[in-house]
């Protein structure tokens, strides 16, 4: 029976270490994406507060904290209190389920990735009081425009994810993660031929096994941009037409929430892609010869160095996948909306079934294989 | 764009999409590095054109030219008091006040002879729209244009610029000198004074 009083003490120490970990990351993302733009259009960023202005977000923040909430007396109260408030405890609550190493065992749930899409998905309910709740024309068409883009974007991801849990067999995030490295009890078979376990590394990463996950990978990258209304995909921020989009109306914390629930959703979907298609927590190096380079890199689960390896490479890895969006987004114009829902529906969806469809077949072979061989 | 294949178009936006990156790329792996801020005149103005382009302004100048067209100066010495500059400011942001001088003022550095006691001269640099008329009409050339830029204040009036040559108790000295020698030497055909048109009574 669950208890109330009864929470484990683990579970407050993985609530504190997901707070840390996303207020930390938003801090640093955001001094990230403004220093990446500058460099690529040869500016130098923010130079004033601190060394590099380092503390330039901290400043920021501090700002944003201070500042009186204002609620606009044509908006609609409950709503426009209430809707930062699910925004953010829906991204925060996904976080619960991201191993970001073997430990702590609580990650392993059986339903982990459904559960991580579901609640990410409630974060749209959010978005839609934030919109109507403010009774701003531009924060209700940005709202529309984010939700109608988030729901569209949400079946390719799921179908790309769909394909790649088929190979996997389970959505228990820590068994998927554990069957991508040398800890894997079970054999692991590069192309259905060559058994990889004790090699590991990048010979045992989900998209290098199963190379049709390769197309997976990136039809899940493009729709998670998507779902994180970045650019070029910004269509529901439009600052040129939309002002800010469905957050217009906030200010002070309640809009610090948000930011930081947009910075937050876009590290859940690079932690995301690295656990199921790059091999989560497992180091990229391989066991070659004598040199044993991914035992080297790594620490078995349950152990502090496996705990401190696993966290290292999975956050380098989803924080490179970060890397790319803010890069991407410098480098790219936004689409219209006809473009988004085209590439979409008459592009990513199909793709989406084509590897559903591909990884059917293949577990097929493979049942086939074992039965008769 | 309807016209090509299904594939053909997947494949076209990959490679489009790949140039993009590749375009943006080797600029962030410059990693901000600032250029050196050159003047015009220099020759290496154009070297490092690749380099980030900011300016870290209080910290880091473009160098100008001694030439640069900004506030005004005025050297006092040489002013010989015409008031041209005043009457050509198209804001008026010139006042100039002057009288008679009693005693021998000397010559300017060009040798014109100064006549004129100089108490105000006054340029409100917050009206000024730094066309440099004033600067042409000087007869002296004692009005020139400086290449310092930033001046900003906190307060308005710290905009005007005081350039006159005299103290409030030197000009009433000087004016109570001036007033002495105009009694002193009366001119010609001085006497009881007539006015000159003779106004209608009033009603």
Same mark, same amino acid.
């Given at each position: ?36 733009? *500058? ?35 044509? *908006?609609?109260?409950? @709503? ?8 953010? &405890? ?6 619960? *389920? ?19 899409? *579901?609640?990410?998905? &409630?974060?749209? @309910? ?40 088929? @190979? ?30 004790? &090699? ?74 690295? &656990? ?98 | ?48 054109? /690749? ?31 015409? /008031? ?19 005693? /021998? ?51 308005? /009036? ?46």
């Amino acid at each position: 029976m669950f208890q109330l009083l009864s929470i484990p003490a683990n579970w407050l120490i993985q609530a504190g270490l997901s707070l840390g970990l996303v207020a930390v990351y938003t801090l640093l993302a955001v001094y990230a994406e403004r220093k990446v733009s *500058a460099f690529i259009q040869d500016r130098l960023g923010p130079m004033e507060t601190g060394p590099f202005g380092i503390f330039q977000t901290f400043a920021d923040v501090l700002k944003l904290v201070v500042k009186e909430l204002i609620v606009p007396s044509a *908006a609609n109260r409950v @709503m426009f209190v209430l809707a930062p408030a699910i925004i953010f &405890i829906s991204v925060f609550a996904a976080f619960g *389920a991201l191993p970001l190493s073997a430990e702590p065992a609580e990650t392993a749930m059986n339903v982990g990735l459904l559960y991580i899409l *579901a609640v990410l998905s &409630i974060d749209i @309910m959010g978005l839609l009081m934030a919109g109507w709740g403010s009774n701003n024309k531009y924060a209700l068409l940005g709202s529309a425009r984010s939700v109608a883009q988030i729901i569209s974007y949400e079946v390719p991801t799921s179908l790309a994810l769909l394909s790649a849990i088929m @190979m996997f067999g389970t959505l228990n995030m820590q068994e998927i993660a554990i069957d991508q490295g040398i800890y894997s009890s079970e054999k692991l078979q590069l192309l259905g031929i060559w058994d990889t376990a004790a &090699i590991g590394g990048l010979t045992s990463w989900a998209i290098v096994r199963y190379p049709h996950l390769l197309i997976a990978f990136l039809v899940y990258l493009i729709a998670g941009l998507a779902e994180c209304n970045r650019a070029p995909f910004d269509l529901p921020e439009a600052e040129s037409e939309l002002v800010s989009g469905y957050h217009v109306e906030y200010g002070g914390f309640r809009f610090a929430l948000m930011m930081l629930s947009e910075y937050g959703k876009m590290l859940i979907v690079g932690i995301i892609a690295s &656990i199921i298609f790059l091999g989560a927590w497992n180091t990229p190096l391989p066991n070659i010869g004598a040199a044993e380079l991914a035992t080297w890199t790594s620490g078995a689960p349950g152990t502090i160095a496996g705990t401190l390896w696993g966290s290292f490479w999975l956050l380098f890895k989803s924080l490179f996948i970060v890397f790319i969006f803010i890069w991407v987004r410098w480098a790219y114009p936004r689409i219209r909306v006809d473009q988004l829902m085209t590439l979409c529906w008459k592009y990513l969806t199909p793709a989406g079934f084509a590897l559903f469809l591909i990884s059917g077949v293949w577990k097929l072979i493979e049942v086939y294989l074992m039965l008769n061989v | 764009m309807a016209e090509e294949g299904y594939f053909k178009q997947i494949g076209k936006s990959f490679t489009s999409l790949w140039e993009g990156l590749k375009v943006t790329a080797p600029h962030f792996f410059k990693f901000g590095k600032s250029r050196q801020h050159r003047g015009i005149d220099e020759d290496e103005y154009f070297s490092d054109a /690749d380099k980030a382009v900011t300016i870290q302004y209080p910290m880091e100048r473009i160098p100008l030219p001694d030439n640069g067209r900004y506030r005004l100066h005025m050297e006092g010495e040489d002013c010989i008091a015409c /008031d041209k500059c005043a009457r050509i400011c198209p804001v008026d942001c010139i006042t100039i006040e002057s009288f008679k001088a009693t005693e /021998d003022l000397g010559y300017t550095s060009d040798g014109s002879r100064k006549r004129l006691e100089l108490p105000v001269f006054d340029i409100d640099m917050a009206k000024c729209c730094y066309c440099g008329l004033c600067t042409t009409v000087c007869p002296t050339e004692c009005l020139t244009m400086t290449k310092v830029y930033d001046y900003s204040e906190f307060n308005r /009036d710290n905009f005007i610029y005081h350039f006159g040559m005299l103290s409030p108790e030197e000009e009433a000295i000087k004016r109570a000198e001036l007033e002495k020698t105009k009694t002193a030497k009366k001119p010609l055909g001085s006497g009881p004074k007539k006015p000159l048109l003779k106004t209608k009574p009033k009603a």
